[in-house]
DNA sequence: CATTAGCACTCTTAGGCATTGAGTGCTAAC
DNA sequence: GTTAGCACTCAATGCCTAAGAGTGCTAATG
């Protein structure tokens, strides 16, 4: 049986009550509603048809009815309308961006927060995968005793640094010499091609001190490694608003599935080929987020994919909103990454 | 009346049951304990004389007793023992940092994320305070459009980056001698006098240059000023770990009371100048952790002192174990910091 | 023939009440 | 000074009932 058009809508009404108040919804509720003229009796007929099709569950005879995760499913791919936001939405979401921020982490870091912020889910953001980024400056700086620090500028406005130590042989003048024709040989080169040929290519030129440059490159891309995979978690504890995580004990295990951050690191780098991306309840890869729904969105550096942003809540999320809020977000995100050097645009 | 030894064993063993069990403490309990030759009911007379004097409480006749704060206050000045480590732990502390760090930020980080993680507390600290710090390398790198990055590294390793605009007028060429001017200019300066006059002298030679000079050093002044209040916290939800917590509203509030991060602020800078403060129920600042109590060390670079890390966690805190933790984390931290450069001390 | 009123039935929830048990305080005996 | 004994208190537990929300079915209705 296909659904038809009643059934559609009730459908939808009580997926739009239960994802307000988490009760479940009986029939009267239904019927109340001024846009329906039928009565409770009707409505029970519909909804034992929906509940033998998959989309309602009961949680005893004589409760009302719940949305299924197929309902949810169904939502989603079918009924849900974008959300329009309000102007003072978009603003909120604006003004998170205005502050001026000099890097990209701590971009990443504020959109999380607004994220969790604004919709009052969990957030999580990807940093920038930097593959496509390139190198601006090359700079190694002395600092006391035989340590010294590499510190790299990328087209972004990135910055890493990475703690190095410098051969004994070496003199303040041969450093300074070495740090000149590293930045000249990797200037202007993109970060996911420092690990390739080129650097052999390189290598073979600096004589002796080539193990000295190996090692260099080697720290850098362990660190550049390391710090793209940081997702940034905003808003963990949002959670406990939700009377579906009432009980602390389940509280803590929704707590502690975010806590190993590769796990998120997975999901949103899964989710990072889609513009977007809604897994609900069982769809989750990691099992423990069985009960929740994950909505991710894409975001880009013109038209690079460079990382992902997502929300994490409850499986009666509510979606359409979700959806436009991080459709937005990721404009936002986007062009706060792409303008970092002129976020003038923003005002 | 002062307290004789016997009372003092006695409120000893309720306290640390009490602690442990988070349940009102009986007077069979206690009389139970091997180390006691008493009957409950001789218990039970001290244990009304300690309610008489303060130290106890009564949920309600007839549960079991509680220390009051007047208890742990006593506790802690009078009884405890600073807890003695095992060697398991300490490797478990030191492990953490082990790994190779290259900023003072993720030291922060992992040293609140160690905090926390062992203490099972909530652990917050503050980052070092930077006045004392020398400015060992300034340089502005140019990046595109007329955006550039004031890089400023510090003898401690720290690192700082502004963005920038660059004046129309001036040339590519220019901004490397300037670059290199306020190297010189600033080179082995404290970072806490890059305020004062030293500025003023230095802009009187920076002729036409003087407008964007003072914009910088603005710029950076900010710049250090928020990234030193930045209090690092971590391990907030472990709050849920403890029945005092297992109501979910409760747990909120708490939770709410370490968001404005303003709050952990005032809280680790007020205890700063102590090398330890102990504060219990409501004696702590924030009227909101007046259940918790909250124990601070402060950590040193040399004999400097630069910030300070705590815990906070419920009033029936494991005192002397926190402290001895807090005590082993402020060595460990300020070794690491002091030797960030050499960091093998550690291994 | 779809819709609906009516009614019996189910199951949760909340309140009331007695019971239990942990714990106290007091007294008298050791 | 210590302790055994006992009456007393009070939260927690379990049980029962009543109320209420909701269902499913049937028979009547337009």
């Keep these: 049986m296909e659904l038809d058009h009643r059934k559609i809508r009730i459908l939808q009404a009580i997926i739009d009550d239960y994802i307000l108040t988490a009760a479940p919804v009986g029939s009267r509720t239904i019927s109340k509603r001024a846009d329906f003229n039928l009565s409770s009796a009707t409505i029970r007929n519909e909804m034992s048809d929906l509940e033998e099709l998959g989309y309602l569950e009961q949680p005893h005879t004589s409760a009302g009815r719940v949305p299924s995760n197929k309902a949810y499913r169904f939502y989603v791919n079918r009924i849900m309308q974008r959300a329009q936001l309000s102007e003072h939405e978009r603003k909120a979401i604006r003004s998170y961006f205005i502050e001026r921020m000099d890097q990209v982490e701590s971009l990443v870091r504020q959109t999380a927060s607004a994220l969790s912020d604004i919709t009052r889910y969990t957030a999580i953001v990807l940093p920038p995968q930097l593959g496509t980024v390139r190198i601006k400056h090359v700079q190694v700086v002395p600092l006391s005793g035989d340590k010294a620090l590499l510190v790299l500028v990328t087209d972004t406005g990135f910055i890493r640094d990475v703690l190095l130590r410098v051969p004994e042989d070496m003199s303040a003048y041969d450093l300074e010499r070495f740090s000149n024709r590293i930045n000249d040989a990797l200037f202007d080169m993109r970060l996911d091609q420092v690990a390739v040929e080129a650097i052999l290519h390189i290598s073979e030129e600096m004589g002796s001190q080539r193990a000295f440059f190996l090692n260099i490159m080697e720290a850098l891309e362990r660190h550049i490694q390391e710090s793209t995979k ?61 009960d929740c729904s994950v909505i991710t ?51």
Tied chains: 1, 2.
Aim: glycine residues 8%.
């Design 230 to 290: 940081k997702v940034e978690l905003s808003g963990a504890t949002n959670i406990l608003y939700y009377p579906e995580y009432s009980d602390v004990s389940k509280a803590k295990g929704f707590l502690a599935a975010l806590e190993g951050s590769d796990t998120l690191y997975q999901l949103l780098k899964k989710a990072s080929t889609l513009e977007f991306s809604i897994t609900i309840g069982e769809e989750n890869e990691p099992k423990q987020l069985k």
């Design 297 to 347: 969105a894409t975001y880009r550096i013109g038209s690079e994919p460079m990382g992902s942003l997502g929300i994490i809540g409850p499986t009666r999320m509510h979606y359409s909103r979700v959806l436009s809020i991080l459709e937005y977000m990721q404009l936002s995100l986007s062009e706060a990454l792409a303008g970092l050097l002129e976020q003038d645009k923003l005002e």
